[in-house]
């Protein structure tokens, strides 16, 4: 079982973390990889990366292709935003 990604945390990991995008127009584009400095979060960093996150948006909830969101945890400087696979 991996450990949580953020510096300090030693719980187990609930969830792998997906850097995902898609560019949809002309020659379709799909990113979806690992984080690559965040690849884990637990339940509680999921939570505060989640409830943390700045989009810019009216609604802060909301996740856009091609946006940029800023996460506590999942920092990335490109376009698109984090997806979790629940680790099982
Ligand atoms: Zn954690």
Redesign the pocket.
Known sequence: MPI???PD?A?D?NYEVIFYDVYPHGEITVFYGPHNSCPY??H??LAENESGAETGLEDARLRRYRGMVNYPHTRSNGQGFCIYKPIT
């Open positions: 949580c990604s953020v945390c719980s990991a979060l637990c509680q960093h």
